[in-house]
Protein backbone atom coordinates (compact mmCIF):
# COMPACT_ATOMS: atom_id res chain seq x y z
CA UNK A 1 0.00 0.00 0.00
CA UNK A 2 1.04 3.47 -0.55
CA UNK A 3 2.00 5.32 2.44
CA UNK A 4 0.91 9.06 2.75
CA UNK A 5 0.56 12.13 5.42
CA UNK A 6 -2.57 10.58 5.38
CA UNK A 7 -1.92 7.60 6.22
CA UNK A 8 0.14 8.93 8.97
CA UNK A 9 -2.22 11.09 10.29
CA UNK A 10 -4.99 7.99 10.88
CA UNK A 11 -2.06 6.09 13.01
CA UNK A 12 -2.42 9.77 15.04
CA UNK A 13 0.88 11.28 13.88
CA UNK A 14 1.40 14.76 12.30
CA UNK A 15 2.42 15.80 9.20
CA UNK A 16 5.29 17.41 10.70
CA UNK A 17 6.37 13.75 12.27
CA UNK A 18 5.69 12.05 9.02
CA UNK A 19 8.42 14.24 7.66
CA UNK A 20 10.29 13.44 10.29
CA UNK A 21 10.14 9.85 10.07
CA UNK A 22 10.94 9.87 6.29
CA UNK A 23 14.75 11.92 7.13
CA UNK A 24 15.26 9.58 10.23
CA UNK A 25 15.21 6.56 7.99
CA UNK A 26 16.11 8.12 4.32
CA UNK A 27 12.78 6.61 2.76
CA UNK A 28 9.25 6.39 3.32
CA UNK A 29 8.54 3.88 5.95
CA UNK A 30 5.77 1.02 5.12
CA UNK A 31 2.93 0.19 7.13
CA UNK A 32 4.54 -1.68 10.03
CA UNK A 33 7.00 0.58 10.72
CA UNK A 34 4.63 3.78 10.67
CA UNK A 35 2.92 1.59 12.66
CA UNK A 36 5.52 1.65 15.50
CA UNK A 37 6.60 4.97 15.14
CA UNK A 38 2.64 5.92 16.12
CA UNK A 39 3.57 3.82 19.15
CA UNK A 40 6.45 4.82 20.41
CA UNK A 41 5.63 8.45 19.67
CA UNK A 42 2.54 8.63 21.47
CA UNK A 43 2.28 11.11 24.31
CA UNK A 44 1.97 7.98 26.34
CA UNK A 45 5.64 6.70 25.39
CA UNK A 46 7.38 9.57 24.74
CA UNK A 47 5.87 12.04 26.80
CA UNK A 48 6.92 14.34 24.10
CA UNK A 49 4.17 17.46 25.18
CA UNK A 50 5.34 17.05 28.91
CA UNK A 51 9.33 15.94 29.23
CA UNK A 52 10.23 19.38 28.95
CA UNK A 53 8.08 20.07 32.16
CA UNK A 54 8.67 16.33 34.56
CA UNK A 55 12.79 17.72 34.13
CA UNK A 56 11.71 19.95 36.28
CA UNK A 57 10.64 18.07 39.40
CA UNK A 58 13.14 16.98 41.92
CA UNK A 59 15.11 13.99 40.71
CA UNK A 60 17.91 13.21 43.19
CA UNK A 61 18.05 12.30 46.73
CA UNK A 62 20.55 10.56 48.91
CA UNK A 63 18.59 7.38 49.43
CA UNK A 64 18.05 6.88 45.61
CA UNK A 65 19.41 3.82 44.08
CA UNK A 66 18.14 4.51 40.40
CA UNK A 67 17.92 7.79 39.16
CA UNK A 68 14.00 8.95 38.10
CA UNK A 69 13.51 7.84 34.55
CA UNK A 70 16.30 5.40 34.33
CA UNK A 71 14.17 1.98 35.17
CA UNK A 72 10.51 0.46 35.38
CA UNK A 73 10.47 1.98 38.42
CA UNK A 74 12.20 4.25 41.63
CA UNK A 75 14.37 2.14 43.49
CA UNK A 76 15.41 4.00 47.22
CA UNK A 77 17.72 2.28 50.12
CA UNK A 78 15.47 1.29 53.22
CA UNK A 79 18.51 0.13 55.33
CA UNK A 80 19.98 -3.36 56.18
CA UNK A 81 20.79 -4.25 52.29
CA UNK A 82 17.25 -3.81 50.87
CA UNK A 83 15.50 -1.40 48.65
CA UNK A 84 12.23 -0.44 48.05
CA UNK A 85 10.39 -0.09 44.64
CA UNK A 86 7.85 1.96 43.82
CA UNK A 87 5.96 3.86 41.06
CA UNK A 88 2.45 5.45 40.55
CA UNK A 89 0.87 5.22 36.77
CA UNK A 90 -2.18 6.42 35.13
CA UNK A 91 -4.81 4.33 32.99
CA UNK A 92 -7.12 7.07 32.62
CA UNK A 93 -8.51 6.80 28.47
CA UNK A 94 -9.10 3.12 28.88
CA UNK A 95 -10.95 3.67 32.08
CA UNK A 96 -13.12 5.84 30.81
CA UNK A 97 -14.47 3.68 28.06
CA UNK A 98 -14.21 0.59 30.06
CA UNK A 99 -13.78 1.07 33.32
CA UNK A 100 -13.47 -2.57 34.87
CA UNK A 101 -10.88 -3.60 32.14
CA UNK A 102 -9.57 -0.35 32.18
CA UNK A 103 -9.17 0.02 36.05
CA UNK A 104 -8.44 -4.03 36.02
CA UNK A 105 -5.07 -3.86 33.77
CA UNK A 106 -3.95 -0.48 35.25
CA UNK A 107 -3.26 -2.63 38.53
CA UNK A 108 -1.67 -5.39 36.16
CA UNK A 109 0.79 -3.17 34.72
CA UNK A 110 1.93 -1.21 37.69
CA UNK A 111 2.61 -5.03 39.21
CA UNK A 112 4.48 -6.06 36.11
CA UNK A 113 6.81 -2.59 36.08
CA UNK A 114 7.82 -3.48 40.11
CA UNK A 115 8.38 -7.53 39.83
CA UNK A 116 9.98 -6.40 36.30
CA UNK A 117 12.67 -5.07 38.20
CA UNK A 118 13.14 -7.92 40.80
CA UNK A 119 10.92 -6.86 43.84
CA UNK A 120 7.98 -8.88 45.33
CA UNK A 121 5.18 -6.53 45.51
CA UNK A 122 3.78 -5.68 48.82
CA UNK A 123 1.30 -3.06 49.09
CA UNK A 124 -1.22 -1.55 46.10
CA UNK A 125 -3.10 2.28 46.38
CA UNK A 126 -4.58 3.99 44.14
CA UNK A 127 -5.91 8.05 43.27
CA UNK A 128 -9.46 8.52 41.16
CA UNK A 129 -10.83 11.56 40.11
CA UNK A 130 -14.39 11.80 38.37
CA UNK A 131 -16.87 13.88 37.17
CA UNK A 132 -20.04 15.11 39.40
CA UNK A 133 -21.35 12.01 41.57
CA UNK A 134 -25.05 12.91 40.59
CA UNK A 135 -24.42 12.13 36.80
CA UNK A 136 -25.50 8.58 35.93
CA UNK A 137 -22.23 8.19 34.01
CA UNK A 138 -19.83 9.34 36.56
CA UNK A 139 -21.70 6.64 39.08
CA UNK A 140 -21.37 4.14 36.14
CA UNK A 141 -17.58 4.88 36.01
CA UNK A 142 -17.20 4.89 39.41
CA UNK A 143 -18.36 1.32 40.14
CA UNK A 144 -16.45 0.08 36.79
CA UNK A 145 -13.12 1.44 37.95
CA UNK A 146 -13.60 -0.01 41.83
CA UNK A 147 -14.22 -3.42 40.97
CA UNK A 148 -11.65 -3.71 38.08
CA UNK A 149 -8.95 -2.15 40.92
CA UNK A 150 -10.82 -4.43 43.77
CA UNK A 151 -11.02 -7.46 41.28
CA UNK A 152 -7.19 -7.51 40.07
CA UNK A 153 -6.09 -6.70 43.41
CA UNK A 154 -7.93 -9.26 45.02
CA UNK A 155 -7.01 -12.15 42.60
CA UNK A 156 -3.58 -10.87 42.64
CA UNK A 157 -2.86 -11.44 45.99
CA UNK A 158 -1.08 -8.25 47.01
CA UNK A 159 -3.64 -5.89 49.63
CA UNK A 160 -5.01 -2.34 48.44
CA UNK A 161 -3.76 -0.43 51.37
CA UNK A 162 -4.82 2.98 50.93
CA UNK A 163 -5.83 6.00 47.80
CA UNK A 164 -8.38 8.52 47.34
CA UNK A 165 -11.44 9.97 45.41
CA UNK A 166 -12.55 13.24 44.09
CA UNK A 167 -15.06 14.32 42.30
CA UNK A 168 -15.14 17.44 40.33
CA UNK A 169 -16.82 18.19 37.33
CA UNK A 170 -13.80 18.89 34.74
CA UNK A 171 -13.58 14.92 35.00
CA UNK A 172 -16.79 14.15 33.82
CA UNK A 173 -15.71 13.34 30.22
CA UNK A 174 -11.90 11.70 31.77
CA UNK A 175 -11.90 10.38 34.83
CA UNK A 176 -7.97 10.06 36.20
CA UNK A 177 -7.11 6.39 37.50
CA UNK A 178 -3.96 6.42 38.69
CA UNK A 179 -2.80 3.19 40.08
CA UNK A 180 0.08 2.55 42.41
CA UNK A 181 2.16 -0.68 43.63
CA UNK A 182 5.40 -0.78 46.52
CA UNK A 183 7.85 -3.60 46.48
CA UNK A 184 10.94 -4.76 47.79
CA UNK A 185 13.92 -6.22 46.84
CA UNK A 186 17.89 -6.97 47.92
CA UNK A 187 19.43 -3.85 47.05
CA UNK A 188 21.79 -5.00 44.82
CA UNK A 189 19.95 -7.15 43.09
CA UNK A 190 18.03 -5.22 40.78
CA UNK A 191 17.37 -6.77 37.08
CA UNK A 192 17.61 -3.54 34.77
CA UNK A 193 15.57 -2.86 31.52
CA UNK A 194 18.53 -3.03 28.93
CA UNK A 195 19.50 -5.33 26.60
CA UNK A 196 22.89 -6.43 25.96
CA UNK A 197 25.37 -9.23 24.85
CA UNK A 198 25.45 -9.88 21.35
CA UNK A 199 23.76 -13.22 20.52
CA UNK A 200 22.02 -13.65 23.76
CA UNK A 201 18.60 -15.09 23.18
CA UNK A 202 15.46 -12.89 23.42
CA UNK A 203 12.71 -14.84 25.05
CA UNK A 204 8.77 -13.92 25.13
CA UNK A 205 6.75 -15.28 28.03
CA UNK A 206 3.62 -15.20 29.95
CA UNK A 207 0.56 -14.73 28.07
CA UNK A 208 -0.31 -15.42 24.19
CA UNK A 209 -0.62 -12.16 22.59
CA UNK A 210 -4.45 -11.18 21.11
CA UNK A 211 -5.46 -8.04 18.78
CA UNK A 212 -7.08 -6.56 22.68
CA UNK A 213 -5.10 -3.10 23.07
CA UNK A 214 -3.61 -2.98 19.59
CA UNK A 215 -3.01 1.06 18.81
CA UNK A 216 -4.13 1.34 23.25
CA UNK A 217 -0.65 4.09 23.52
CA UNK A 218 -1.79 6.36 20.90
CA UNK A 219 -5.20 5.77 21.85
CA UNK A 220 -4.32 6.74 25.30
CA UNK A 221 -2.86 9.80 24.07
CA UNK A 222 -5.54 11.10 22.18
CA UNK A 223 -8.83 13.32 23.43
CA UNK A 224 -12.22 11.47 24.56
CA UNK A 225 -15.24 11.94 22.43
CA UNK A 226 -18.23 10.59 22.05
CA UNK A 227 -16.82 8.10 19.03
CA UNK A 228 -14.33 6.90 21.55
CA UNK A 229 -16.79 4.27 22.82
CA UNK A 230 -16.65 2.55 19.68
CA UNK A 231 -12.54 1.89 20.46
CA UNK A 232 -13.40 -0.93 23.09
CA UNK A 233 -10.82 -3.14 21.21
CA UNK A 234 -8.26 -0.57 22.30
CA UNK A 235 -8.66 -1.36 25.77
CA UNK A 236 -6.75 -4.16 27.24
CA UNK A 237 -8.04 -7.62 28.88
CA UNK A 238 -6.47 -8.53 32.14
CA UNK A 239 -5.86 -12.07 33.63
CA UNK A 240 -5.10 -11.73 37.29
CA UNK A 241 -4.32 -15.41 38.08
CA UNK A 242 -2.38 -15.45 35.37
CA UNK A 243 0.10 -12.55 36.42
CA UNK A 244 0.13 -14.04 39.84
CA UNK A 245 2.09 -17.24 37.84
CA UNK A 246 4.28 -14.62 35.89
CA UNK A 247 4.99 -12.77 39.46
CA UNK A 248 6.69 -15.85 40.75
CA UNK A 249 7.87 -17.35 37.64
CA UNK A 250 10.08 -14.33 37.06
CA UNK A 251 11.15 -13.85 40.52
CA UNK A 252 12.28 -17.89 40.52
CA UNK A 253 14.15 -17.12 36.97
CA UNK A 254 15.70 -13.93 38.59
CA UNK A 255 17.38 -16.37 40.89
CA UNK A 256 18.86 -18.47 38.72
CA UNK A 257 21.31 -15.90 37.28
CA UNK A 258 19.96 -16.74 33.70
CA UNK A 259 18.19 -13.10 33.22
CA UNK A 260 20.55 -10.40 31.63
CA UNK A 261 17.89 -7.56 31.37
CA UNK A 262 13.72 -7.72 31.50
CA UNK A 263 11.23 -5.42 30.92
CA UNK A 264 7.47 -6.36 30.89
CA UNK A 265 5.48 -5.44 27.87
CA UNK A 266 2.43 -2.65 28.51
CA UNK A 267 2.13 0.00 25.88
CA UNK A 268 2.40 -0.07 22.62
CA UNK A 269 3.54 -3.88 23.56
CA UNK A 270 6.50 -5.93 21.48
CA UNK A 271 7.81 -2.58 19.97
CA UNK A 272 7.73 -0.55 23.10
CA UNK A 273 10.17 -3.14 24.98
CA UNK A 274 12.58 -4.45 21.84
CA UNK A 275 13.15 -0.57 21.45
CA UNK A 276 13.65 0.97 25.04
CA UNK A 277 16.01 -2.26 26.03
CA UNK A 278 17.76 -1.95 23.07
CA UNK A 279 18.39 2.00 23.06
CA UNK A 280 18.87 1.65 26.39
CA UNK A 281 21.45 -1.02 25.68
CA UNK A 282 22.89 0.10 22.65
CA UNK A 283 22.18 -2.77 20.65
CA UNK A 284 19.75 -4.06 18.20
CA UNK A 285 17.66 -7.07 18.44
CA UNK A 286 16.39 -9.77 15.39
CA UNK A 287 12.94 -10.81 16.36
CA UNK A 288 11.12 -13.18 14.91
CA UNK A 289 7.46 -12.59 14.73
CA UNK A 290 6.11 -16.01 13.95
CA UNK A 291 7.54 -17.01 17.07
CA UNK A 292 5.10 -15.24 19.39
CA UNK A 293 2.60 -17.03 20.68
CA UNK A 294 -0.76 -15.99 19.54
CA UNK A 295 -4.59 -16.94 20.26
CA UNK A 296 -5.70 -15.55 17.09
CA UNK A 297 -4.88 -16.91 13.92
CA UNK A 298 -3.54 -14.19 10.96
CA UNK A 299 -2.23 -11.72 12.95
CA UNK A 300 -0.22 -8.95 10.86
CA UNK A 301 3.01 -8.36 11.92
CA UNK A 302 1.96 -4.66 12.99
CA UNK A 303 -0.61 -6.20 15.44
CA UNK A 304 1.99 -8.55 16.75
CA UNK A 305 4.41 -5.42 17.33
CA UNK A 306 1.32 -3.13 19.13
CA UNK A 307 -1.18 -5.28 20.68
CA UNK A 308 -0.95 -4.59 24.25
CA UNK A 309 -2.06 -8.29 25.71
CA UNK A 310 -1.93 -8.52 29.34
CA UNK A 311 1.06 -10.49 31.22
CA UNK A 312 3.62 -10.72 28.87
CA UNK A 313 7.50 -9.92 29.85
CA UNK A 314 10.30 -9.75 26.94
CA UNK A 315 13.79 -11.47 28.70
CA UNK A 316 16.99 -11.09 27.45
CA UNK A 317 18.63 -14.44 28.62
CA UNK A 318 22.31 -15.12 28.97
CA UNK A 319 23.75 -17.60 25.96
CA UNK A 320 23.88 -21.12 26.92
CA UNK A 321 20.99 -20.69 29.85
CA UNK A 322 17.63 -20.99 27.51
CA UNK A 323 16.97 -24.55 29.61
CA UNK A 324 16.49 -22.89 32.94
CA UNK A 325 13.96 -20.73 31.18
CA UNK A 326 11.88 -23.05 29.66
CA UNK A 327 12.38 -25.42 32.93
CA UNK A 328 10.81 -22.45 35.00
CA UNK A 329 7.69 -21.16 32.88
CA UNK A 330 6.84 -24.99 32.19
CA UNK A 331 6.76 -25.62 35.88
CA UNK A 332 4.66 -22.22 36.48
CA UNK A 333 2.41 -23.55 32.80
CA UNK A 334 3.40 -20.87 30.92
CA UNK A 335 4.57 -19.89 28.05
CA UNK A 336 8.06 -19.55 27.19
CA UNK A 337 9.62 -18.42 23.55
CA UNK A 338 12.75 -18.14 22.25
CA UNK A 339 11.96 -15.41 19.17
CA UNK A 340 15.33 -13.44 18.60
CA UNK A 341 18.52 -12.26 19.76
CA UNK A 342 20.44 -9.18 20.80
CA UNK A 343 22.36 -7.94 17.61
CA UNK A 344 25.16 -5.61 17.66
CA UNK A 345 24.07 -2.81 14.78
CA UNK A 346 21.52 -0.71 16.54
CA UNK A 347 18.67 -1.80 14.48
CA UNK A 348 15.69 -3.48 15.22
CA UNK A 349 14.82 -6.39 12.46
CA UNK A 350 11.10 -7.72 12.50
CA UNK A 351 10.80 -10.97 10.27
CA UNK A 352 7.69 -12.62 9.78
CA UNK A 353 8.37 -16.50 8.30
CA UNK A 354 11.83 -15.10 6.79
CA UNK A 355 10.53 -11.68 4.94
CA UNK A 356 11.83 -8.54 6.62
CA UNK A 357 8.66 -6.35 8.18
CA UNK A 358 10.26 -3.46 9.28
CA UNK A 359 13.68 -2.19 10.04
CA UNK A 360 14.19 0.95 12.32
CA UNK A 361 16.97 2.43 14.19
CA UNK A 362 16.15 1.71 18.32
CA UNK A 363 17.48 5.04 19.00
CA UNK A 364 14.67 6.41 17.20
CA UNK A 365 11.62 5.49 18.44
CA UNK A 366 12.61 6.41 21.97
CA UNK A 367 12.43 9.14 24.75
CA UNK A 368 15.86 10.87 25.08
CA UNK A 369 16.67 9.25 21.16
CA UNK A 370 15.24 10.33 18.10
CA UNK A 371 11.16 10.63 19.60
CA UNK A 372 9.91 14.70 19.23
CA UNK A 373 9.85 16.89 22.23
CA UNK A 374 7.46 20.11 22.22
CA UNK A 375 7.23 23.25 23.85
CA UNK A 376 3.28 23.74 23.47
CA UNK A 377 1.57 27.24 24.44
CA UNK A 378 -0.13 27.25 28.17
CA UNK A 379 -2.11 29.60 30.09
CA UNK A 380 -3.56 30.18 33.34
CA UNK A 381 -7.55 29.10 33.67
CA UNK A 382 -9.79 31.85 34.59
CA UNK A 383 -11.07 30.33 37.27
CA UNK A 384 -7.55 30.76 39.05
CA UNK A 385 -8.27 34.59 38.96
CA UNK A 386 -11.72 33.79 41.48
CA UNK A 387 -9.61 31.45 43.68
CA UNK A 388 -6.90 33.94 44.07
CA UNK A 389 -9.00 36.48 44.71
CA UNK A 390 -10.98 34.58 47.86
CA UNK A 391 -10.25 36.30 51.03
CA UNK A 392 -10.98 33.80 53.95
CA UNK A 393 -12.17 36.79 56.16
CA UNK A 394 -15.26 37.63 53.84
CA UNK A 395 -16.87 34.39 55.52
CA UNK A 396 -18.72 35.34 58.09
CA UNK A 397 -18.37 33.33 61.90
CA UNK A 398 -20.06 30.49 61.97
CA UNK A 399 -22.59 30.69 64.42
CA UNK A 400 -24.38 26.66 64.05
CA UNK A 401 -21.25 24.19 64.36
CA UNK A 402 -23.78 21.15 64.13
CA UNK A 403 -25.86 22.14 60.84
CA UNK A 404 -22.55 23.21 59.03
CA UNK A 405 -20.83 19.94 59.92
CA UNK A 406 -23.91 18.02 58.86
CA UNK A 407 -24.17 19.67 55.32
CA UNK A 408 -20.00 19.10 55.28
CA UNK A 409 -20.28 15.31 55.79
CA UNK A 410 -22.67 14.88 53.33
CA UNK A 411 -20.20 16.71 50.16
CA UNK A 412 -19.15 13.44 48.29
CA UNK A 413 -15.27 14.45 48.31
CA UNK A 414 -15.60 15.02 52.42
CA UNK A 415 -18.04 11.69 52.40
CA UNK A 416 -16.86 8.43 53.99
CA UNK A 417 -15.55 6.25 51.08
CA UNK A 418 -16.04 3.36 52.97
CA UNK A 419 -18.52 1.75 50.16
CA UNK A 420 -15.13 2.17 47.79
CA UNK A 421 -11.93 0.60 50.17
CA UNK A 422 -14.15 -2.46 51.60
CA UNK A 423 -14.55 -3.98 47.61
CA UNK A 424 -10.53 -4.17 48.02
CA UNK A 425 -8.93 -6.64 50.09
CA UNK A 426 -6.33 -4.59 52.51
CA UNK A 427 -4.86 -8.09 54.18
CA UNK A 428 -4.00 -10.42 51.70
CA UNK A 429 -0.76 -11.05 52.47
CA UNK A 430 -0.63 -10.31 56.04
CA UNK A 431 1.49 -7.45 55.38
CA UNK A 432 -1.32 -4.40 56.56
CA UNK A 433 -0.29 -3.41 60.00
CA UNK A 434 -3.08 -0.86 60.10
CA UNK A 435 -6.29 -1.73 57.98
CA UNK A 436 -8.66 -1.80 61.16
CA UNK A 437 -7.13 1.56 62.33
CA UNK A 438 -7.92 4.90 59.99
CA UNK A 439 -5.12 6.99 59.99
CA UNK A 440 -3.42 8.95 57.35
CA UNK A 441 -0.98 6.45 56.41
CA UNK A 442 -0.80 2.53 56.27
CA UNK A 443 1.96 0.87 57.52
CA UNK A 444 2.97 -2.30 55.51
CA UNK A 445 5.01 -4.97 56.95
CA UNK A 446 8.40 -5.76 54.82
CA UNK A 447 9.09 -8.93 55.68
CA UNK A 448 12.63 -10.34 56.48
CA UNK A 449 13.98 -6.59 56.63
CA UNK A 450 12.69 -5.75 60.07
CA UNK A 451 10.95 -2.47 58.94
CA UNK A 452 7.85 -1.57 57.93
CA UNK A 453 6.86 1.28 55.58
CA UNK A 454 4.12 3.82 55.83
CA UNK A 455 2.54 4.60 52.96
CA UNK A 456 0.13 7.05 51.24
CA UNK A 457 -1.03 8.72 48.14
CA UNK A 458 -2.83 11.49 49.06
Not at 133 to 158: A, E, M, W
Not at 290 to 297: C, D, G, M, N, Y
Not at 333 to 359: C, P, Q, R, W
Request: overall charge negative.
Amino acid sequence: MEITVQTAEKLRLTAEEFELIKQKLGRTPNFTELCAFSGMWSEHCSYKNSIKWLKTLPRDGGRMLVAAGEENAGLMDMGNGFGVVFKIESHNHPSAIEPFQGAATGVGGIQRDIFTMGARPIASLNSLRFGNLKDKKTQRLLSGVVHGIGHYGNCFGVPTVGGEVYFEDCYHTNPLVNAMSVGIMKAGDMISATAAGIGNPVFFVGSATGKDGIGGASFASADITAESAEELPAVQVGDPFQEKKLLEACLELINTGAVVGMQDMGAAGIICSTAEMSAKGGVGMRIDLEKVPTRQQNMKAWELLLSESQERMLIVVEKGKEEAVLKVFEKWDLSASNIGEVTGDGLLKFYMHGELEAEIPAHELVLGGGAPQYTREYREPKYFEKIKAFDVNSISDVTDIKSVAEQLVQIPNIASKRWVYTQYDSMVGAANTSTNSPSDATVVLAKGTGKGLAVTVD
